[in-house]
């Protein structure tokens, strides 16, 4: 079997039933996660004209759009609320490859699960499935210096989950594959650095069109027969290695306790709201601040080297939200000044804060070509902060709190979910949220979550 054929066969077999405790509870933490950062992006202005145009386009739909009173069918909620889900630069990730495989398949499986009445355990095996074949096609390929990772291979995530929830074969997820593989969007990293928020449309559209591949290989519609490195091989990438795509594939299922571990389980989540590049030396001064109780009074200048990507992050008088996110002295000059990174740390309040701006422009960015967001053996991150008083402090960071090799608690993340989703719902419908996430493999028909994540 060649890669493809493994890939698919993987998925046909993944059962619930088959998965280890482990892996099913990290996938309902991905999920609650991922709700979190769904239902707080839709408060944002956009999102909800964007709830309003879905809902009248589709009237008769059967689908949540979630932190609203509204309903759309599958196509226009998926690409609704994974459009919310990356707003607010608060979505999990794979460090391993594959951008965010979360918002890629969990609002495409709740909306087609929820449109046809599907259980939790159908939910989460579709999710563990999907999650694991984006985030392989993302680790096998080496993108294109300016290739923004929402959107592309996403797309194959959404199809794969959604033919998962159809219960198809082997040989049909296969075809769909390379169909959502030939209608990978190609987006880049510019309108994110630029603060142009259709840059958040990117894992919406993947959405929309992954339900499409499965839709259209039902119509006959045929693809290439090797759809991946045709895309992720030539235009989108300087390189896609096959052998990547499905190294330890084998030793995923079963109860052993030295199996490999399914991708969704060594995944991070974000304890900063902004692009996962800002968090290397975000945990750095945070650390720095926390332990030496500083004061942004105190901070002559911020000397920050990390990722060669961030040569391109180190605007540091941002024109927008969005564009705070992707700035490394904005995210560190907040972080100092206000003491949290948290949505509001880049809000328009924010924004307006001269104490946040006059900081910024005091932090230097540097970057060192051994530094990779993938590794977890070496700096990320090492930061230097002089004082007024002429003290230097210097902290070092390898591996973020929040990833798999660093992890958090979970009534960390509980609260994380809740900060996000009361201004929603209040505190204590958010905690209910939780306690049913929790529960999700109990649930007989998701309808009795989605019900729930409205006002």
């Known amino acids: 079997m060649d890669y493809l054929d493994r890939l698919a066969a993987f998925v046909a077999a993944t059962r619930f039933d088959a998965l280890a405790a482990s892996t099913v509870a990290a996938a309902k933490l991905v999920l609650l996660d991922t709700l979190g950062a769904i239902v707080a992006g839709s408060a944002e202005p956009e999102n909800g004209e964007l709830a309003r145009l879905a809902s009248a386009r589709s009237p008769r739909g059967a689908a949540t759009l979630l932190g609203h009173r509204a309903k759309a069918d599958s196509f226009w909620a998926a690409l609704t609320n994974a459009t919310a889900g990356v707003a607010l630069e608060v979505d999990e990730g ?13 609002p495409a499986a709740l909306a087609v699960a929820e449109e046809r009445g599907l259980d939790g355990r159908r939910l989460l095996e579709s999710l563990v499935a999907g999650y694991e074949v984006g985030s392989r096609i993302g680790g096998a390929t080496t993108a294109r210096a300016n290739v923004h990772s929402h959107g592309t291979w996403g797309t194959i995530s959404t199809a794969v989950t959604v033919a998962k929830l159809s219960g198809a074969s082997a040989e049909t997820i296969r075809a769909v594959i390379n169909l959502a593989a030939s209608m990978s969007p190609a987006n880049t990293w510019t309108p994110a650095l630029d603060g142009a928020t259709i840059r958040n449309l990117y894992p919406g559209r993947s959405a929309f069109q992954g339900i499409l591949a499965v839709d259209l290989q039902g119509c006959g519609f045929t693809g290439l027969d090797d759809a991946p490195s045709d895309v992720y091989g030539t235009i989108l990438a300087e390189g896609f290695d096959p052998a990547l795509a499905v190294a330890g594939l084998d030793t995923l299922a079963g109860p052993d306790p030295g199996r490999e571990l399914y991708r969704i389980e060594q995944n991070y989540f974000k304890l900063h709201a902004c692009c996962r590049f800002n968090h290397f030396a975000l945990d750095a001064v945070m650390a720095l601040r926390r332990v030496h109780r500083l004061e942004s009074d105190d901070v002559a200048k911020v000397e920050v080297v990390t990722i060669p990507f961030a040569v391109r992050m180190s605007e540091p008088a941002p024109a927008s939200s969005l564009a705070a996110r992707f700035s490394i002295p904005w995210a560190v000059a907040a972080a100092l000044v206000l003491g949290r990174t948290d949505p509001g740390a880049f809000d328009g309040v924010a924004l307006a804060d001269t104490r946040i701006r006059d900081l910024a422009r005091r932090v230097e960015i540097g970057t060192d070509a051994a530094m990779s967001p993938r590794r977890a053996d070496g700096p990320t991150a ?15 960071t390898t591996v973020v709190r929040g990833d798999a090799a660093r992890p958090v608690p979970r009534d960390e993340l509980t609260a994380k ?6 201004p929603i719902f209040g505190e204590s419908h958010a905690r209910k949220v939780a306690d049913a996430v929790n529960e999700a493999d109990t649930l007989e028909d998701v309808r009795a979550l989605t019900e729930m994540l409205v006002p």
């Open 382 to 396: 090492s930061v230097r902060i002089t004082l007024r008083d002429g003290r230097t402090l210097e902290e070092t």
């Open 417 to 422: 979910f809740v900060a996000l989703a009361a």
């Open 94 to 106: 794979s460090r391993l490859g594959g951008g965010h495989p979360a918002i890629h398949v969990v």
